[in-house]
């Protein structure tokens, strides 16, 4: 009887360490593998490739800060896209003022290993620049498209291109990057283009 304990009470408590090894293999099978650091564009272009979301910031009607978080998706080519509703500010603010920011943290991954958010090894890159809304028909407007609605399926449910919604994308002008405990480093936009994910 006590060997029969003995065995449920080591199945018990094996099957979560089990469970969470094979969950660690199996994410680390669908996205690649963290670069280094150091390597600061390829570095920036493997956050933006691996994430889903972030806050997007405008500039209010009174001219305050803004920020909304919004899903996103660069389609594998770094310039980040959005899907945004007319019944949501942001847009509305963009119009009037186009110039703006998106933060992103590499927190959401679950790639910090226990680190604090904030704390400057679980990085986050900031991109500044100007919110413009891409022409339905246009080339960009169609591949943005459909890189979001890959990474985000439930936004095919949405109207699409109607007047409700619109494909808008961040025009980069500078970069702000922290993944190391050294001071932020500012990317110019043709290196990070320039490097591979």
Same mark, same amino acid.
């Given at each position: ?99 703006? =920011?998106?933060? +992103?943290?590499?927190?959401?991954? %679950? *790639?910090?290993? &226990?680190?604090?958010? #904030?704390?400057? @090894?679980?990085? /986050?890159?900031?991109? =500044?620049?100007? +919110?413009?809304?891409?022409?339905? %028909? *246009?080339?960009? &407007?169609?591949?943005? #498209?459909?890189? @979001?609605?890959? /990474? ?46």
């Amino acid at each position: 009887m006590e060997t029969i304990k003995a065995t449920i009470l080591h199945n018990f408590l094996l099957a979560p360490i089990i469970f969470a090894l094979i969950i660690s293999q199996v994410s680390s099978l669908s996205s690649p593998a963290r670069p280094p650091p150091e390597n600061a564009p390829v570095f920036a272009r493997w956050l933006v490739k691996q994430g889903f979301w972030g806050v997007l910031n405008t500039l209010d009607s009174a001219r305050s800060p803004f920020g909304n978080v919004m899903s996103y998706s660069d389609g594998g080519t770094g310039t980040p896209y959005f899907y945004l509703s007319t019944l949501d500010p942001t847009p509305h603010y963009a119009n009037v003022n186009p110039r703006s =920011s998106f933060t +992103l943290s590499e927190f959401e991954l %679950n *790639s910090c290993r &226990g680190k604090d958010p #904030q704390s400057p @090894l679980c990085a /986050k890159i900031t991109f =500044s620049g100007r +919110l413009k809304m891409l022409a339905p %028909n *246009s080339r960009e &407007g169609i591949l943005a #498209q459909g890189a @979001l609605l890959k /990474k985000h399926p439930q936004f095919t449910g949405f109207p699409l291109q109607n007047g409700t919604f619109s494909v808008f994308k961040l025009d980069i002008r500078s970069i702000f990057l922290v993944n190391l405990a050294a001071p932020p480093r500012l990317l110019t936009v043709q290196e990070y283009y320039l490097a591979k994910p």
